[in-house]
C-alpha cells in the first residue's frame, strides 16, 4: 500500500477551496472522473483512463469515490 503524497491538513485545505467554489457557483454537487482530479483531492494515483474512477464531492459531508469492485480495500 503506498503512503498519501499529502498530509491530512493539505487535503482538507483543497476539499474546502473546492467547496467553497461551489458555494459561489451554487453546486450541491461536483462529479470528478479525471485522474489529475481526483488525485488532487484524495491523492489516489491510479490508472484513471483504464480503469475510471468517479469522485462524488458534495458541498457537505464525506466525499464518495466510485470505482471497480476489485479495487476494494477493506
Do not use: C, I, K
Request: without cysteine; hydrophobic residues 40%.
Amino acid at each position: 500500500m503506498h503512503s498519501n503524497p499529502f498530509t491530512d491538513d493539505e487535503l482538507r485545505r483543497r476539499v474546502a477551496a473546492t467547496r467553497a467554489e461551489m458555494e459561489s457557483r451554487e453546486l450541491d454537487l461536483v462529479m470528478l472522473s479525471a485522474p489529475e482530479q481526483v488525485f488532487y483531492l484524495t491523492g489516489l494515483d491510479h490508472w484513471g483512463y483504464f480503469a475510471p474512477h468517479l469522485l462524488l464531492v458534495p458541498r457537505e459531508g464525506d466525499l464518495t469515490l466510485v470505482t471497480r469492485q476489485m479495487e476494494h480495500v477493506a
